[in-house]
């Protein structure tokens, strides 16, 4: 069975850099899309980008520059930075997997972690 | 951005009663294969979503057969034949066709 667990530190500062790891137990990170979403207090879920296995990203321009996505397959961890957060960054983040058809079009996101709340604030 | 609207935004049901929500999307989520990309989830109070239907219609692994997807191109309806205590939580449904990935704002169903 496929488990994925967010783990970072709950409290970061405004301007400073936001880090999350996302350990994936249970199977690879071989052939899948690596996510993560979000969500603000009492707010709906935003996509904020993906890892392929092979290391290829795709972000949501909403983030412009301040996100980066990376995966380390030896550790079976994909992970994400953020930078120059400020407290509308405050949310649950949560990691995904997802897979792709023949068509190389992302079918469903079937896996999910628990969700990590992360607090920006002075 | 394909711009998500469900509707409506909070439904109270009785047990046993059945229940449906719609979504439609801005642009077409119809591919030329013939699968429409539009996914169904459930985030019950304090966890995370849970995937319930994919490609528009599909049931994932798991999900009881009283939940089903239909519709194509921009209009889209998930229903529930018949409603459950455990199925209280927020709906969405998300679009996978283009990025970047969108979603509805969410369906709040409440048992009476």
């Known amino acids: 069975q496929v488990q994925l667990k967010e783990s970072g530190p709950g409290l970061v500062k405004p301007s400073e850099t936001l880090s999350l790891i996302c350990t994936v137990s249970?199977?690879?990170?071989?052939?899948?899309?690596w996510t993560w979403f979000r969500q603000a207090p009492g707010k709906g879920l935003e996509w904020i980008g993906y890892?392929?296995?092979?290391?290829?990203?795709n972000y949501n321009p909403s983030f412009k520059s301040r996100v980066s996505l990376s995966r380390d397959t030896s550790k079976n961890q994909f992970s994400l930075v953020m930078t120059s957060v400020t407290p509308a960054d405050t949310a649950v983040y949560f990691c995904?997997?997802?897979?792709?058809?023949?068509?190389?079009?992302?079918?469903?996101?079937?896996?999910w972690g628990q969700g990590s709340l992360v607090l920006v604030s002075s | 951005d394909v711009v998500m609207t469900q509707s409506p935004l909070s439904l109270a049901v009785t047990p046993g009663e059945p229940a449906s929500i719609s979504c439609r999307s801005s642009q077409r989520l119809l591919f030329g294969n013939g699968y429409n990309y539009l996914n169904w989830y459930l985030q019950k109070p304090g966890q995370s979503p849970q995937l319930l239907i994919y490609l528009g219609s599909t049931r994932a692994s798991g999900v009881p057969d009283r939940f089903s997807g239909s519709g194509s191109d921009t209009d889209f309806t998930l229903t529930i034949s018949r409603v459950e205590a455990e199925d209280l939580g927020v709906y969405y449904c998300l679009q996978t066709l283009r990025t970047p990935y969108t979603l509805g704002q969410g369906t709040k169903l409440q048992i009476k």
């Open positions: 995904a997997r997802a897979h792709a058809d023949n068509y190389n079009i992302l079918v469903a996101f079937d896996h």
């Open positions: 249970g199977g690879s990170l071989n052939r899948y899309y």
């Open positions: 890892v392929y296995s092979s290391g290829s990203t």
